[in-house]
């Protein structure tokens, strides 16, 4: 297990969630949350290839942090189908300030750890991460 700078350990299966979406695409999005009490970042939620934008969307609770990778299929001006990966941090106004610390100090730490992250958003509400910001980053 890596360590984060906040003391967070970041769990393996992290890692390896990580490697099977970006090496193998056998996920559309992975949701990872800090475990308090094993000091640790953990998979919450792992999405299937066939799920969309909004089951992904619907998996990050509306008052608490997580960290996520999406994988964002578009296509370009060129008509090339594409893919991006995706780092979200989240942090809604309303979480707890405990919660959104701990969460704002491991976060670059953690993505330390998942080599491979194209993009990066952060999101305090629905509105900073839909699919218009998206499209918006990946030219």
Same mark, same amino acid.
């Given at each position: ?11 393996? *299966? ?5 490697? $099977?979406?970006?090496? %193998?695409?056998?996920?559309? @999005? !992975? ?39 999406? *994988? ?5 001006? $060129?008509?090339?189908? %594409?893919?991006?990966?995706? @780092? !979200? ?51």
């Amino acid at each position: 297990m890596a360590n984060a700078a906040s003391g967070m350990a970041v769990h393996d *299966d992290c890692k390896l969630r990580f490697l $099977e979406l970006k090496a %193998k695409r056998t996920h559309r @999005f !992975i949701v990872y949350k800090i475990e308090e009490k094993q000091k640790q970042v953990v998979v919450e939620k792992v999405g299937e290839p066939i799920q969309t934008y909004e089951d992904f969307a619907k998996s990050l609770p509306a008052e608490e942090c997580r960290y996520a990778i999406y *994988d964002f299929d578009f296509v370009t001006a $060129e008509n090339c189908q %594409k893919s991006k990966i995706f @780092f !979200i941090a989240w942090c809604p106004d309303v979480a707890k300030v405990r919660s959104k610390m701990i969460y704002a100090s491991s976060k670059d730490r953690f993505k330390r750890e998942l080599d491979g992250i194209q993009v990066e958003l952060q999101a305090t509400d629905p509105t900073e991460m839909d699919l218009d910001v998206f499209k918006s980053r990946v030219n």
